[in-house]
């Protein structure tokens, strides 16, 4: 494992997308192409030269396009040390060699630098020619630059988000989101709170707003979860300048919408509060987070939660 | 500020989700409540949250506020999908037999005195 330790370190969420990377990338797309050789009549001498030259630590020795061995400086080293640095470089060179294939997904050199002890494999295509080095340093600066592109597309996918509206001409533009809430369905509580924070975001909603839209928003959808006879549907209206959420049941509706706006006042069951719930501050929370809200309901027809945030140009 | 590596070192919690680099999550204020709609306007952004509650709607509490870390209190044990969920959404989960304010206090003690 010790091998692979330019790429473990860095948060988790990269790492994940480093991997799945390297299942993406081929070999030809993080490979050295501009490969310097050794002919098999070179000798030891001419070959330090080259790598010193070139700032590289190791080269292919190749005959008739084909790889049939390696210098690496260990091998250089080894000459010196012998004071045969005269010798042909096919004395010294290492044979029974480890490649690859350029078509290969880069998680398959990385298992062979993991597995052998190499330090640069050598690159062919399907003829056995040889085509580039890979060198681990290679793979990591191959999946940096992914990376980066990565996240160059997702910033343009979001500077395409957040000039929609500028794009498009109406006289009224708005997006609706809509959630089916469903009653009791505790697993999948705060699913559509987290969708909808994450689209404003995405839209180019401040942090704060965000948030606070986010925390309104969840505090409605645990309410159609926990206290409807059908659940419900939250609706999310976004414009430019202001973003109105509803959140609409068929019942049973709120016997005192005074009483229920008091601080610490829930109807809330022993069950439920046990999940952490009943606190009888939602909706005091929604209005402390949003600019407007107010409430409509009656036991024939449910209950209607208007919420709005205005954005000023400055905040959003 | 205090890295999570550091609280979960001291703390000698027990990490429930996946394995990450927790030096790199650095924590800047506390929160402990049991009620979530309390945390929803107490627990801030960065911040850790220390809780008895082991249910599924912590995470989505947690994601919602931006909060890390969470650390669950008394063994209460969260159940597999709880422990996904966390990990889809890249929320920390910690576990430690201690109760609320024994950990808060050992977090006190750590130096993490904000609240917001």
Known sequence: MSDQVTLSDSD????????????????SQVMTTNVVTLSPDMHMIDALDLIQ????????VVQNGEVIGIISTEDLIRSLRDGR???????????GLITA?????????????????????????ENNKLVGM???????????????????????????ASHLFEDIESDRTSLILRYRIIKDDFLHGGAASNHIKKALQRLGASRQIARRCGIAVYEAEMNLIIHTTNGGFLRVEIEPHKITMEAYDDGPGIEDVEKALTPGFSTATEQVRNKGFGAGMGLVNIRGCVDEMSIKSSKESGTNLYMTMYLDKTSS | MVTL????????????????????IEIHSGYTSDLLSCVMTGAQPDGVWVTLIANINIVAVASLLEVPAIIITENAQPDEATIARANQEEIVLLSTPHGNYHIVGMLWQLGIKDTN
Do not use: C, H, W
Request: proline share 3%.
């Open chain 1, 12 to 27: 988790a969420g990269i790492i994940t997308r480093v991997e799945e990377l390297g299942y993406e990338l081929k070999i």
């Open chain 1, 85 to 95: 640095i005269d010798r042909k470089v096919t004395d010294y060179m290492t044979r």
């Open chain 1, 101 to 125: 294939k350029a078509n290969e997904k880069v998680v398959e050199a990385l298992k062979t630098f993991a597995k052998k002890n190499v330090g640069r494999l050598p690159i062919l295509d």
């Open chain 1, 134 to 160: 890979l060198t681990k340093g290679d793979i990591t600066n191959g999946l940096l630059t992914a990376l980066q592109r990565d996240y160059q597309a997702e910033e343009l996918i979001r500077y395409r």
């Open chain 2, 5 to 24: 590596k550091t609280i979960i070192e001291t703390l000698d919690l027990k990490v429930l989700t996946s394995p990450r680099d927790f030096s790199q």
């Open chain 1, 53 to 60: 030259k070139n700032r590289i630590s190791g080269a292919p």
